[in-house]
T-cell receptor, first 112, second 112 residues
């Protein structure tokens, strides 16, 4: 059964810290792995990763995928209070059905 | 503007009543998804549809039903068979080839 597991489930840091969020997955037919940020309601898209070892970067956020070890990390450097959110990892796979499944999320709180 | 519209934002229903949540998109996306989110949890897949007149059960389909009569619309009915329907419901869509799913603003359903 396809599965996505995130860790830690919650994290509290201070502004300026660097954080690493983890996502491991099990899938029968991997297509891509995605990261989303959810602040209030709708998750917003951050990254989509399809190839191992290629870092995707957007400002202070970056992410990388390891298809051999079946995991991905999301790094946030120089955290700000505006980074406080739930970060969701999702996997798009399972053959032609296009099933998109999510992990439990990591709740990040950045204190001033 | 293109996007996904969910309505209503808040919905209150008495126990034992069926209720239908609306999801409309004007992005010309082929695939649409329904997720349920409980407090402190990730997103759990209820149903998804890759094309008109076809849909598949997700991980928690019991007590829910959907239809996909038009490409733009994917309504979700929460039936009286759903044991614990109070939750936040999110609709998403993606285009063929998948470059990330886009979400509506969600419907918060409270059953009293």
């Amino acid at each position: 059964e396809d599965k996505v597991v995130q860790s830690p489930l919650s994290l509290v840091v201070h502004e300026g810290d660097t954080v690493t969020l983890n996502c491991s997955y099990e899938v029968t037919n991997f297509r891509s792995l995605l990261w989303y940020k959810q602040e209030k309601k709708a998750p917003t898209f951050l990254f989509m990763l399809t190839s191992s070892g290629i870092e995707k970067k957007s400002g202070r956020l970056s992410s990388i995928l390891d298809k051999k070890e079946l995991f991905s990390i999301l790094n946030i450097t120089a955290t700000q209070t505006g980074d406080s959110a739930v970060y969701l990892c999702a996997q798009y796979g399972s053959g032609n059905t296009g099933k998109l499944i999510f992990g439990q999320g990591t709740t990040l709180q950045v204190k001033p | 503007d293109g996007g996904i519209t969910q309505s209503p934002k808040y919905l209150f229903r008495k126990e034992g009543q069926n209720v239908t949540l609306s999801c409309e998109q004007n992005l010309n996306h082929d695939a649409m998804y329904w997720y349920r989110q409980d407090p402190g949890q990730g997103l759990r897949l209820i149903y998804y549809s890759q094309i008109v007149n076809d849909f598949q059960k997700g991980d928690i389909a019991e007590g829910y039903s959907v239809s996909r009569e038009k490409k733009e619309s994917f309504p979700l009915t929460v039936t009286s068979a759903q044991k614990n329907p109070t939750a936040f419901y999110l609709c998403a869509s993606s285009r063929e080839g998948f470059s990330g799913a886009f979400f509506g603003q969600g419907t918060r359903l409270t059953v009293v």
